[in-house]
């Protein structure tokens, strides 16, 4: 975390703020309505960062990857890079009162830890991902895992041996590690992908309940419980109330901490939240699409929170293909809700120039696919009980064989 900083100092995309600030709705104030990566020096009391990959210019630092290439690059990845074994940290009582867990919104249940990454292990399988985790007391959080996730089978396998899942969550790594633990990757390979990206050997240490983490400024371990207790309500990726949800406790026995910790925090719906729901999945679109036309590039939309809305860029090689694309963009991001099909003339990444085609180029009763009775997200405020919803995908691409009909003036 610390390299990086440095290196987002260097390419002038970090402003310092030295006046001391609240975690309670200032800071996330401050982080929601700034278009940088803000750095703290007093936040009650303590060192604290946010908004670290707010945009596709902070992704690029820090994956060091090209801005233009990161899609295509992150697609081709194979998580094959290597982890090793670097032995143990040492761990005092846990006190989550000595971190400054922020409240974000007025209406929120209470604090919220939100860049935690919750590592986790049952019989051999590891599994990396973010939940949202509210605090309890100083030793118990309670987190919303998600129903069909991996953190949520490996919980089910635990419980259904009479056991607690071990667990470990990490606060303040390296940013390429919380953007693989933000993808949905190959079982258990979520760090191989973080070391590949970052192009060298991933230490990992072990802690006391055998749950295997990279460097941190703090870790956390304990065991996620079967005791229930009420979460939320909470504001998330839709910038909208999710309800109150019985979820299950989180029992903190550990703290782990480095000299002049430096706290991490995501503001719910903020640019980061978004850049970290959605810019995981566009790899993932972009090699569905792949398999079956031949896609140029992939942006989900912040206007659709960065997770609900996407706009692929293709090159039509027949018929049909605006509607493949449609299909396998909706299968490689489940909680996709409306997806379009563009031309390699259009900007994906800028709405105005995406209207345009979806202004001259679409026909309803022919370019509009409406799916119903589909799983969707269950963040979506007009979801249909828990997560079913209605999908749309819009094929804005000119008909093969009527370009001449569609060409753009411009002058030289």
Avoid at 98 to 109: G, Q
Avoid at 139 to 149: A, D, N, Q, S
Wanted: proline share 6%; charged share 25%; aromatic share 8%.
């Amino acid at each position: 975390m610390r390299e990086f900083i440095l290196q987002m100092k260097k390419a002038g995309l970090v402003e310092e703020i030295n006046d001391p600030v609240s975690s309670v709705y200032e800071a996330p104030k401050l982080a929601f309505r700034t278009n940088k990566m803000l750095e703290f020096s007093n936040m009650d009391g303590h060192r604290c960062v946010m908004n670290t990959i707010f945009d596709r210019d902070s992704l690029s630092v820090a994956l060091n990857i090209p801005k233009e290439r990161l899609v295509k690059t992150l697609a081709a990845c194979t998580y094959a890079g290597k982890t090793q074994d670097a032995g143990t940290l040492q761990f005092e009582k846990a006190d989550l009162s000595k971190i400054p867990i922020m409240k974000h919104f007025p209406k929120d249940a209470g604090k919220y830890l939100t860049s935690g990454i919750v590592f986790s292990g049952w019989n051999g399988v590891t599994n990396a991902s973010i939940h949202r985790l509210q605090v309890l007391d100083e030793t118990h959080l309670i987190g919303r895992i998600v129903e069909g996730r991996h953190t949520y089978k490996l919980m089910k396998q635990a419980f259904s041996e009479g056991k607690k899942l071990p667990i470990a969550i990490v606060i303040g790594p390296h940013p390429a590690i919380t953007f693989a633990a933000s993808t949905r990757v190959p079982e258990g390979k979520e760090m191989h992908y973080a070391a590949e990206i970052l192009g060298k050997e991933l230490d990992l240490f072990t802690c006391p309940n055998g749950i295997q983490v990279p460097d941190a400024e703090i870790v956390l371990y304990g065991y996620l419980t079967p005791d229930l207790h009420e979460e939320g309500p909470f504001v998330d990726i839709s910038g909208t109330y999710d309800p109150v949800r019985m979820q299950p406790v989180l029992e903190i026995i550990g703290m782990h901490t480095k000299p002049d910790f430096i706290y991490h925090g995501i503001v719910p719906a903020g640019a980061e939240h978004k850049m970290l729901m959605g810019a995981p999945y566009e790899p993932r679109i972009y090699q569905a699409v792949s398999g079956v036309t031949n896609v140029k590039d992939v942006y989900l939309t912040p206007g659709g929170a960065g997770y609900f809305h996407a706009v692929v860029q293709i090159k039509k090689m027949t018929d049909g293909d605006g509607k493949n694309a449609i299909m396998a963009a909706f299968a490689a991001h489940t909680s996709l809700k409306h997806v379009v099909i563009v031309d390699e003339d259009i900007n994906i990444y800028d709405p105005s120039d995406v209207e345009f085609a979806i202004a001259t180029r679409v026909r309803a009763d022919t370019d509009v696919m409406i799916i119903s009775g589909v799983r969707g997200s269950s963040l979506d405020p007009c979801r249909i009980g828990d997560s079913m919803n209605v999908k749309a995908g819009v094929d804005a691409t000119i008909p093969l064989g009527q370009e001449d009909e569609f060409i753009r003036a411009e002058w030289d």
